[in-house]
């Protein structure tokens, strides 16, 4: 009988770059790299319409990244017709109609692979990793903020 680790770093950090690998590869299929799917995602969960700096904020606080690469990821955006700025207020940014296709086609592909990955484990088990995940992940905030 095998018995299950301990919930650590090492373990944690197995499963993030395991299901990243994942995700790479259903982006890899529409050339979108991770922190575009990011920004196309944070933008769409706020209706498709979101101020620049709140989805920069957004990105340089969970993907533990600097503005700049996030300005360079929104550039890019911007030019491949995915992004657009809205007129009269150039810090916000919309999804294009493209950009809204693009992103439903991620989701529909994660969403396929994620009821693989989570299949069969218990909801009890799901809600007890997510609460710890969530408590880790704000203690590790804490000590990055000097606290």
């Known amino acids: 009988m095998t018995t299950a680790p301990t919930v650590n770093g090492q373990v944690i950090g197995q499963a993030h770059y395991a299901t990243r690998a994942v995700l790479e590869g259903l982006l890899a299929a529409t ?3 991770f922190h575009e799917s990011v920004a196309l995602n944070a933008t769409a969960d706020s209706g498709g319409s979101i101020e620049r700096p709140r989805l ?3 990105m340089t606080s969970t993907l533990k990244i600097d503005a700049t690469a996030v300005q360079t990821v929104l550039t890019g955006l911007i030019k491949q017709g995915l992004l657009a700025e809205e007129p009269g207020e150039p810090a916000r940014l919309s999804t294009t109609a493209e950009g809204s296709e693009l992103h439903r086609t991620h989701r529909a592909a994660l969403s396929e692979v994620t009821a693989r990955l989570y299949a069969d484990l218990p909801a ?3 809600a007890t990793a997510g609460r710890v995940l969530t408590e880790v992940t704000a203690r590790a905030n804490a000590v990055l903020a000097g606290g």
């Open 56 to 58: 920069v904020d957004r």
């Open 124 to 126: 009890e088990d799901l």
């Open 31 to 33: 050339d979108t790299t």
